[in-house]
């Protein structure tokens, strides 16, 4: 079962426009979601998090959106830099004994220069 | 800034084999896991381990693995005998529990013959 999708494989996006990257989930009961970036070689890093009682959080140039109606959530980059190409991964958590991380398929994102 | 870290780098072994991939995590981190990522799939959560056992573990963490902390500093996974389909990249992260991002380790690359 695959409870974190990302639909889609890659983005491309110019530097300095905005960069939208999605992310659905089937679980309501998730207590907080994640979007994690990766280069390749390297082990994800974490980038921002949403309680799934928010509906945004703002970090610099990030922004995460969580609409639990819909059962979705998105990462803004703005303005989008060479350096953020990368694949991008949302998780879900649930915060039980287990806190076993969910993650999605990944988007990689290219910012063309 | 603190990190995990994963030993080797890169692991070939002969189908049948045993290997013990090795993870050093943050130090006050008090939860533990193991992660796999398949050439071009999803980070596939493989197990969690808290207060020196197993909380949760997947479907795909069959008999063939088992994971231990020996000592204070170290997280193992073993795999007894490895099958082809093994091969992927594994990461460890770990986690504190006081906000929720998981520091991942580089990850080990695991290729079987």
Known sequence: DQQVKQNSPSLSVQEGRISILNCDYTNSMFDYFLWYKKYPAEGPTFLISISSIKDKNEDGRFTVFLNKSAKHLSLHIVPSQPGDSAVYFCAAVFLDTGNQFYFGTGTSLTVIP | ?113
Not at chain 2, 63 to 70: A, K, T
Not at chain 2, 87 to 93: E, G, K, P, Q
Request: a negative charge.
């Open chain 2, 1 to 113: 800034e603190p990190e995990v870290t994963q030993t080797p780098s890169h692991q070939v072994t002969q189908m049948g084999q045993e290997v013990i991939l090795r993870c050093v995590p943050i130090s006050n981190h008090l939860y533990f896991y193991w992660y796999r990522q398949i050439l071009g799939q999803k980070v596939e959560f493989l197990v969690s381990f808290y207060n020196n056992e197993i909380s949760e573990k997947s479907e795909i963490f069959d008999d063939q693995f088992s994971v231990e902390r020996p000592d204070g500093s170290n997280f193992t996974l073993k795999i007894r005998s490895t099958k082809l389909e093994d091969s992927a990249m594994y990461f460890c992260a770990s986690w504190a529990d006081s906000s929720y991002e998981q520091y991942f380790g580089p990850g080990t690359r695991l290729t079987v013959t």
